[in-house]
């Protein structure tokens, strides 16, 4: 055989070793699989890949009516539904078997006169001087600080009740209400 013939046969077996070698890799993509693929190949491999059960999927639950969120009742950290509110519960009269009128239970009586606002001050210490017993309250409403002892009106709005030594009770000039402000320190 000539030198030249020789070298393309020489060249012929390395291309179709190569060949051999590149439909190995990929005929299962992993070389290790690649190898011991004849060995799985077994009947009991093929009913385990044949017994792989898929969920179902829920699309009618994609088409159901949920209900319209309400303003305020939005809970980010509830992951149920909300528990009903019960309704007025209707109490049983003498003539309820009858058929007499049902009489509601728990109807809200006549509402008063809403609640004065808080008090726009921050109690934040007690002045005390020791001999003749004076207790001074320094109270701030963020901009200002006011000075005063029980009774002294303060911004025209409040008068000061009573001190203690972590609150104070402070009343409206007008007579709505009165408030306890606790110490606060700043």
Same mark, same amino acid.
């Given at each position: 055989?000539?030198?030249?013939?020789?070298?393309?046969?020489?060249?012929?077996?390395?291309?179709?070793?190569?060949?051999?070698?590149?439909?190995?890799?990929?005929?299962?993509?992993? #070389?290790?699989? =690649?190898?011991?693929?004849?060995? %799985?190949?077994?009947? +009991?491999? !093929? @009913?385990?890949?044949? $017994? /792989?059960?898929?969920?179902?999927?829920?699309?009618?639950?994609?088409?159901?009516?949920?209900?319209?969120?309400?303003?305020?009742?939005?809970?980010?950290?509830?992951?149920?539904?909300?528990?009903?509110?019960?309704?007025?519960?209707?109490?049983?009269?003498?003539?309820?078997?009858?058929?007499?009128?049902?009489?509601?239970?728990?109807?809200?009586?006549?509402?008063?006169?809403?609640?004065? #606002?808080?008090? =726009?001050?921050?109690?934040?210490? %007690?002045?005390?001087? +020791?001999? !003749? @017993?004076?207790?001074? $309250? /320094?109270?701030?409403?963020?901009?200002?600080?006011?000075?005063?002892?029980?009774?002294?009106?303060?911004?025209?709005?409040?008068?000061?009740?009573?001190?203690?030594?972590?609150?104070?009770?402070?009343?409206?000039?007008?007579?709505?209400?009165?408030?306890?402000?606790?110490?606060?320190?700043?």
């Amino acid at each position: 055989m000539a030198p030249e013939t020789r070298r393309q046969l020489g060249m012929l077996a390395a291309l179709v070793a190569l060949l051999l070698v590149v439909v190995v890799y990929n005929r299962d993509g992993d #070389p290790v699989s =690649a190898t011991t693929a004849a060995a %799985v190949r077994t009947p +009991a491999a !093929s @009913r385990e890949r044949q $017994a /792989v059960v898929v969920d179902v999927v829920g699309l009618d639950a994609l088409t159901r009516v949920r209900p319209e969120p309400q303003a305020g009742s939005r809970n980010p950290f509830r992951f149920r539904a909300a528990a009903p509110v019960p309704g007025p519960s209707i109490a049983a009269g003498p003539n309820a078997g009858v058929g007499g009128p049902a009489t509601p239970v728990g109807t809200p009586g006549p509402v008063g006169p809403p609640p004065p #606002p808080p008090m =726009a001050l921050k109690f934040i210490g %007690v002045v005390e001087q +020791a001999p !003749s @017993r004076l207790k001074l $309250a /320094v109270l701030s409403d963020g901009r200002n600080v006011f000075y005063g002892r029980e009774g002294d009106t303060i911004e025209g709005r409040y008068r000061i009740e009573r001190i203690g030594v972590e609150s104070i009770v402070m009343a409206y000039i007008d007579g709505r209400g009165r408030q306890t402000l606790r110490l606060s320190g700043s």
